[in-house]
């Protein structure tokens, strides 16, 4: 039976999920009034030091204090049990999104990677080490914004181990593979551990696949059995550098944060081929992988390129020719060869264009572009030599090229308007907020900023929108009319990031 309060104070409403941590249960913090989340410490039959560590993760989550990282608010006891009460996330696990929706698109992917990576980074900052993370402990909310959650096994590098001997600490799936021959945790086994849950989120899969015992997964990573990169595109690159099997060489949290982030904001130059294998020796030089951890300040440049082939047939071979005059001659004959041919080109040249240059169109020309033929009609024209009078016309060669891009222009333009239509209606604001990218949800002063404001507008008219779908950016024309106030006319330039068919917001400049 469950309590119905806890600690006097924390009234059970129902469980919202359970594991090898704990049991957590949604409750209504009485004193203040809100929704919080309990989870139950030592609810497992002989879990040592169950005290010590709900008290150790409760110190590790205060001390982030980062808005991607799920807080801790107070620490009870209670007949003989221990409960940590923390931040309730409204939404659901990104292993719940994935059953629901499928894989998610690689910008999204890499967006929610680079959040949660740069809170780990704090955490690694501080010399604490995660060691399950995974796609059940990525809490994403109604706002689309994302936490890692369940610090329940993670400890600070100086910690005693509270863990039994023999309890293995981890989802095997995302276990790394030095951990998986024996190995202990570092910051780098957290990296891989991103690594392969933006895998399972981009692919739909994880790298590994399940079996019942749960050795042979620990065998098929130590070995790399892995899967295929298949859809990750542009991150494809990425997960391959936090995936690299060696931990040396994986990037540093801080480092795949600020890489996470550019891929996610349009940077494709990191993509791996379709079929790909993760650590089966991709060119470093087409995916930057970075050989070492380094700073996130510091500035990647792509690796030199290799020297120029040689070119001399003797030293190609490792020999030295047998006459110098005899090589010099040889050189010769190819400049004369050259010359000629560059006579030829020139007389062709000259001959097709009727004497270089008057086949070049006037101003005045009107090129009329058929799917069959190029057809150029142009006013006459007059050509004088030794006072004889001639009219000639002449056919050019114009390319027309059309773009789809009128229609993304237009489906951008409605977007902006179905934006701003809804944005006013608070019914209405789950979905414009989730519209946001993380960076421009951060911009707004979070979730309650955004609403304080558009709570305060009764309307907005758009106008004139000069939409840039090719370069992700618009000019919008705005009128907002506030509640309390007179109206203005405003113009604003956004910018966006693509999220599959559609696009976020990422910055809003008047």
Not at 281 to 307: H, N, W, Y
Request: hydrophobic share 35%; with cysteine.
């Amino acid at each position: 039976m469950p309590p119905q309060v806890i600690a006097g104070r924390y009234e059970v409403v129902r469980p919202i999920g359970s594991g090898g941590m704990g049991t957590v249960w949604l409750c209504r913090d009485t004193v203040l009034g809100r929704e919080v989340a309990v989870k139950q410490i030592g609810a497992l039959p002989g879990e040592p030091a169950a005290a010590a560590r709900a008290m150790r993760e409760a110190r590790i989550a205060a001390s982030l204090n980062d808005p991607h990282a799920v807080g801790v608010f107070d620490v009870v006891d209670e007949n003989d049990s221990h409960w940590l009460v923390m931040e309730y996330v409204e939404g659901q696990s990104l292993a719940e999104r994935i059953r629901e929706v499928g894989a998610l698109p690689p910008t999204r992917v890499a967006a929610i990677g680079s959040a949660v990576a740069s809170a780990l980074a704090r955490a690694h900052e501080r010399g604490i080490v995660h060691r399950d993370i995974k796609p059940g402990n990525i809490l994403i909310d109604l706002a689309g914004t994302p936490k890692i959650s369940d610090f329940g096994i993670a400890r600070a590098q100086a910690d005693d181990q509270l863990t039994q001997t023999g309890f293995m600490t981890g989802t095997p799936g995302y276990l790394s593979p030095e951990l998986a021959r024996g190995g202990d945790p570092t910051p780098a086994s957290d990296v891989w551990a991103l690594g392969a849950t933006l895998f399972y989120a981009v692919e739909g899969q994880p790298p590994y696949e399940a079996q019942a015992n749960p050795l042979a997964t620990l065998q098929a990573i130590s070995r790399g059995d892995g899967r295929p990169v298949e859809k990750a595109g542009p991150l494809g690159g990425a997960i391959a550098a936090m995936m690299d099997r060696d931990p040396e060489r994986r990037w540093d949290m801080a480092t795949a944060s600020d890489r996470l982030d550019r891929i996610a904001h349009g940077d494709a130059t990191m993509a791996l081929p379709a079929g790909a294998l993760l650590g089966a020796g991709a060119d470093p030089a087409a995916t930057e992988v970075i050989a070492a951890p380094v700073e996130s300040t510091q500035r990647f440049e792509p690796a030199p390129l290799p020297p120029p082939p040689v070119t001399d047939p003797y030293a190609a071979r490792g020999t030295a020719p047998r006459d110098d005059r005899d090589g010099r001659s040889r050189a010769t004959a190819w400049i004369v060869a050259l010359v000629v041919l560059a006579l030829i080109a020139l007389g062709i040249a000259y001959a097709l264009t009727d004497g270089f240059g008057t086949n070049t169109p006037t101003p005045g020309q009107t090129t009329t572009v058929t799917s069959t033929q190029t057809k150029t009609e142009t006013p006459s024209e007059t050509k004088t030599t030794s006072s004889t009078t001639s009219s000639s016309t002449t056919t050019t060669t114009t390319t027309s090229t059309t773009t789809d891009t009128s229609k993304d222009d237009a489906a951008l333009t409605r977007f902006i308007e179905s934006y701003y239509r809804d944005v006013t209606k608070a019914n209405k604001r789950n979905d414009t907020f989730a519209q946001l990218t993380p960076a421009m949800q951060q911009a707004s002063d979070g979730r309650e900023g955004y609403e304080t404001f558009w709570d305060s507008i009764e309307s907005v008219d758009v106008g004139n929108v000069e939409a840039d779908s090719a370069n992700d950016k618009a000019v919008v024309e705005l009128t907002f009319k506030p509640k309390d106030g007179d109206e203005s006319d405003e113009t604003h330039t956004l910018t966006f990031v693509r999220d599959g068919d559609s696009w976020l917001i990422d910055s809003d400049r008047q």
